[in-house]
């Protein structure tokens, strides 16, 4: 018996009508829809007459569950797996499905269709040519704070997903980090109530106001070349770090004190009483 196709079916962020008559196609003929919120899914379905076995499958679904869902599709099932709105599998659980599904020699088909990253970038103005997705940011401060220094020497566009009631600590941290560079916010893509606030981080907190809708954060990339990424890098480490990253390349004692003190722009004679019993 063959075994059946995993779907990643696309489905609309906000405005109905952006579903494609493939995703529709699919949807009506697999043989399960895997879902993230059967409620929200349910509503989609009844739209546009589909009825069809609903499976749900979020974050906190057990192991158990997706062996039910891949033992389906070994079966031979067809199975089409969607997210509340937009590209399943991006900053979604069904991430996890997916590698289990090519775990097990299972078919892998997206249908292709709204994403909300994509249109926040398209029309945010800012340069697409290169950018990273980092999705939502973690909420640990140790691991937060390491994605954010991360972000820093990002020499591309970037881009963070956001829920409403976390976006201006959010932006507090982003303005903490990288200053007054440059930002757009996106929320409620393709609804009624869509719209773009862009400025530089300090401008666009003040007029956040009701933060509601789950928002897309556009990120200028960043204005320092190679050498000043690194010097920057540097000097936010302690002397004796920024220290030993020399003597590490080699570099003689004499020349690292020199070094020192033209990245941080003080007198090579303060570094120097620093270092004067310094191996």
Same mark, same amino acid.
Do not use: W
């Given at each position: 018996?063959?075994?059946?196709?995993?779907? #990643?079916v696309?489905t609309p962020?906000?405005?109905?009508?952006?579903?494609?008559?493939?995703? !529709?196609?699919? !949807?009506?003929?697999?043989?399960?829809?895997?879902?993230?919120?059967?409620?929200?899914? #349910?509503? !989609?379905?009844?739209?546009?007459?589909? /009825?069809?076995?609903? =499976?749900?499958?979020?974050?906190?679904?057990?192991?158990?569950?997706?062996?039910?869902?891949? &033992?389906?599709?070994?079966?031979?099932?067809?199975?089409?797996?969607? /997210?509340?709105?937009?590209?399943?599998?991006?900053?979604?659980?069904?991430?996890?499905?997916?590698?289990r599904?090519?775990?097990?020699?299972?078919?892998?088909?997206?249908?292709?269709?709204?994403?909300? !990253?994509?249109?926040?970038?398209?029309? /945010?103005?800012?340069?697409?040519?290169?950018?990273?997705?980092?999705?939502? #940011?973690? &909420?640990?401060?140790?691991?937060?704070?390491?994605?954010?220094? &991360?972000?820093? &020497?990002?020499?591309?566009?970037?881009?963070l997903?956001?829920?409403?009631?976390?976006?201006?600590?959010?932006?507090i941290? =982003?303005?903490?980090?990288?200053? /007054?560079?440059?930002?757009?916010?996106?929320?409620?893509?393709?609804?009624?109530?869509?719209?773009?606030?862009?400025?530089?981080?300090?401008?666009?907190?003040?007029?956040?106001?009701?933060? %509601?809708?789950?928002?897309?954060i556009?990120?200028?990339?960043?204005?320092?070349?190679?050498?000043?990424?690194?010097?920057? #890098?540097?000097?936010?480490?302690? =002397?004796?770090?920024?220290?030993?990253?020399?003597?590490? %390349?080699?570099?003689?004692? %004499?020349?690292?004190?020199?070094?020192?003190?033209?990245?941080?722009?003080?007198?090579?004679?303060?570094?120097?009483?620093?270092?004067?019993?310094?191996?």
């Open positions: 018996m063959d075994k059946g196709i995993l779907f #990643l696309a962020i906000g405005n109905l009508g952006d579903i494609t008559i493939r995703a !529709l196609k699919t !949807l009506k003929e697999v043989d399960y829809i895997v879902a993230e919120d059967t409620r929200q899914t #349910l509503k !989609l379905l009844n739209h546009f007459e589909i /009825s069809k076995p609903l =499976l749900s499958y979020h974050r906190h679904s057990s192991e158990s569950k997706e062996i039910e869902i891949i &033992q389906l599709l070994i079966k031979g099932k067809n199975i089409a797996i969607v /997210s509340d709105a937009g590209t399943p599998a991006i900053s979604d659980p069904g991430e996890k499905l997916v590698k599904a090519i775990e097990n020699n299972i078919k892998i088909e997206p249908i292709p269709g709204a994403c909300a !990253l994509i249109n926040a970038l398209i029309a /945010s103005g800012l340069d697409t040519d290169k950018f990273a997705f980092y999705g939502f #940011l973690p &909420q640990n401060n140790k691991n937060r704070k390491e994605i954010l220094e &991360q972000i820093k &020497q990002e020499n591309k566009t970037l881009i997903y956001e829920a409403p009631h976390k976006i201006k600590e959010t932006l941290d =982003l303005s903490d980090i990288l200053g /007054s560079r440059k930002i757009v916010l996106a929320r409620e893509i393709t609804k009624i109530h869509e719209e773009y606030i862009r400025g530089n981080i300090d401008d666009v907190i003040k007029n956040v106001e009701n933060p %509601k809708g789950e928002y897309v556009i990120i200028e990339k960043s204005s320092l070349n190679k050498k000043e990424k690194e010097i920057e #890098l540097l000097n936010n480490k302690t =002397l004796e770090e920024h220290y030993e990253y020399y003597k590490n %390349k080699g570099i003689e004692k %004499k020349e690292i004190i020199k070094k020192i003190a033209k990245d941080r722009n003080v007198q090579r004679n303060e570094i120097y009483k620093y270092f004067l019993n310094y191996n």
